[in-house]
C-alpha cells in the first residue's frame, strides 16, 4: 500500500538554521533508492549534496529551485511503499517546530532519528529572516485518500493597492512603513521575490530627494539588486560580530625571506617533493604551527559567558580561499603534526576544493588560527580581521624583489610583509609580538626551524 514519507531539510553544519536549493536531481515519477542524490542546497558555508533516506517513487516537490527554507521544512515527498492501494491514514501528530513528527514521536534527520519531539527545539535566527516554511495543523479527522500534503510557503502579505503596482511586504514591515509615513509603492524591494524589507523602508527616509524622472530611469537601468544570503551573508555577519566584539590589535613585520625561497628551489627538485606544489603559503603554515609552541597564547580563545580563555593543544589551521561563491575558510585539521610536504599536500587539495565548492561543511568550522595569503593578488599587506572564536590571523604579503642592506651593502633580495591582527583579551602586546618575530625569523632563515 502506499507509504509517502516527507523529506525534512536537514542541519548539515552545526548552527545552520536555513539553505537554498540550487539543483533538483528528481522529479515527481522517478523512482529513488536509498543515499541517491536528490537534491544539491547551498547553505551558509557550502555547497551540499543531499542523499535519499529511502527506497521510493517522487510524488512531489514542495521547494522550487532558488527559494530558501528553514532547516526542519518538508522539501520532498515519497512513497516508499508505491505498489498497493492507499489505506484511510491515522491522523498525523502535532508538527513540532514546522517539523512533521514520525508515529514513533521523533523529528526525522538525514540519518536515523533525533530526539523525542519535546525536546525538540531549533537555534534563534539571527537578523532579518527570509519567508519561512510551515506545515499546517492536522485535521481532526483523517481523508478518505491519503494524499502528499506540500508544506505551504508563508509569502508576504501585499498592500492593500491605491493606484500603481501591488508591492509586497510583511505585516511589521507594513505598520513600519505607515508608523513612518513612508509610501510602500513607491519602493523597490531588495528581498526574495522583490519583497520589501525593513531595510528598504529605512533606507528610504536617508536617501535624498529624488532627481527627475528620467535621471532615476537612467540610473535604475544600470543597477542591479542582489540578494545578500548564502556565503555573502554569513561572511558579512561574521565580520561584524568579530569587528565589534574582539579588540584588533595588527602589527607589521617586513621579512628578508631570500634564504625560504632558495630552500624551496631546492627542495621541488628533490625526490620527495617531486610533484608537489610547494608554494610560500605553505612555509608559512608551517611557520605558525611552530611559533605557536611557544606562544599558545594565539590559538587559544576567549570564552567570555564562562569567564575563561580556552588554550587548545592542537592547530586546526584556516587557510582563507577566494571562490566564485565568495569567501571561505575551510580549515587543515591538526596542521600542527603535519610535516612540510604534507602541509603542501593539504593546502593543494583544500584550494582545489573550494574553488569547486566541494568544502564539506565540516570543514568549515572549528579553526583556531587563519592565514589569509593576500600576496596571490600581488597585495603587499592589510589589517585581516578575525574570524569569530579565534585570537589570531596572519596576513602573507607579495614577495617582491627590493633593496636589503646586508653585511653593510644593499643587495636585492626577496622581501614579504606580514601582518598579525590579534584580540587584545587574549593576546598581550608581548605575546603577540614575540609570535610575530618567530614567525619571520622561520621564514629567514628556515634553518631556525631546528631551533624549536
Not at 510602500?184 to 520589501?196: D, H, K, N
Not at 632558495?262 to 612555509?283: I, M, N, Q, Y
Not at 594565539?298 to 567570555?304: E, I, L, Q, Y
Request: with cysteine.
Amino acid at each position: 500500500m502506499p507509504q509517502y514519507k516527507q523529506f525534512p531539510l536537514p542541519d548539515t553544519a552545526e548552527g545552520l538554521t536555513d539553505a537554498e536549493i540550487l539543483t533538483w536531481h528528481v522529479r515527481p515519477g522517478d523512482a529513488v533508492k536509498v543515499n541517491q542524490v536528490i537534491v544539491e542546497i547551498e547553505t551558509a558555508k557550502a555547497a551540499v549534496e543531499l542523499p535519499c533516506p529511502w527506497d521510493g517513487v517522487v510524488t512531489e516537490v514542495l521547494v522550487r529551485v532558488g527559494q530558501t527554507v528553514d532547516v526542519g521544512t518538508p522539501i520532498i515527498t515519497i512513497d516508499v511503499d508505491p505498489t498497493g492501494a492507499p489505506p484511510a491514514p491515522a491522523p498525523a501528530p502535532a508538527p513540532v517546530n514546522g517539523v512533521a513528527v514520525e508515529e514513533s514521536g521523533r523529528v526525522p534527520t538525514l540519518v536515523g532519528y533525533g530526539p523525542k519531539s519535546g525536546a525538540a527545539k531549533r537555534r534563534p535566527r539571527k537578523g532579518n529572516p527570509l519567508p519561512a516554511a510551515s506545515v499546517p495543523e492536522p485535521a481532526p479527522v483523517a481523508p478518505a485518500v491519503p494524499a502528499p500534503v506540500a508544506a505551504p510557503v508563508a509569502v508576504a502579505e501585499p498592500v492593500a493597492p491605491q493606484g500603481g503596482h501591488v508591492p509586497l511586504a510583511k505585516p511589521p514591515v507594513r505598520k513600519l512603513a505607515k508608523d513612518l509615513g513612508v509610501d510602500l509603492r513607491a519602493l523597490t524591494g531588495s528581498g526574495p521575490g522583490g519583497v520589501i524589507t525593513r531595510e528598504d523602508v529605512e533606507a528610504s527616509l536617508a536617501a535624498p530627494v529624488a532627481e527627475p524622472a528620467q535621471s532615476t530611469a537612467d540610473s535604475g537601468a544600470r543597477e542591479r539588486r542582489v540578494p545578500v544570503k548564502g556565503v555573502r551573508r554569513a561572511t558579512a555577519q561574521a565580520m561584524v560580530d568579530s569587528a565589534f566584539t574582539a579588540p584588533h590589535v595588527t602589527e607589521f613585520l617586513t621579512v628578508d625571506v631570500t634564504p625560504m625561497m632558495e630552500l624551496r628551489a631546492r627542495l621541488k627538485d628533490s625526490p620527495e617533493f617531486r610533484g608537489v606544489k610547494l608554494t610560500p603559503l605553505a612555509f608559512a603554515a608551517k611557520a605558525v604551527v611552530l611559533a605557536a609552541r611557544r606562544t599558545p597564547d594565539v590559538n587559544a580563545a576567549w570564552d567570555g559567558p564562562a569567564g575563561e580563555i580556552v588554550y587548545k593543544d592542537y592547530v586546526h589551521l584556516g587557510i582563507a580561499a577566494a571562490t566564485p561563491r565568495g569567501l571561505v575558510v575551510p580549515k587543515v585539521r591538526d596542521a600542527d603534526r603535519m610535516s612540510l610536504r604534507e602541509l603542501a599536500v593539504a593546502l593543494e587539495e583544500l584550494a582545489t576544493t573550494a574553488r569547486e565548492g566541494r568544502t564539506k561543511p565540516s570543514d568549515m568550522v572549528g579553526g583556531t588560527f587563519t592565514i589569509t595569503n593576500v600576496g596571490v593578488f600581488g597585495v603587499d599587506t592589510g589589517t585581516p580581521i578575525l574570524n569569530p572564536g579565534e585570537s589570531g590571523i596572519l596576513a602573507l604579503g607579495a614577495i617582491r624583489d627590493m633593496p636589503w642592506v646586508v653585511d653593510g651593502q644593499v643587495v636585492p633580495r626577496k622581501v614579504c610583509q606580514l601582518a598579525l591582527s590579534f584580540d587584545h583579551r587574549v593576546v598581550d602586546g608581548l605575546q603577540g609580538s614575540l609570535f610575530r618575530a618567530d614567525v619571520g625569523a622561520l621564514l629567514a632563515p628556515p634553518a631556525v626551524a631546528i631551533t624549536y
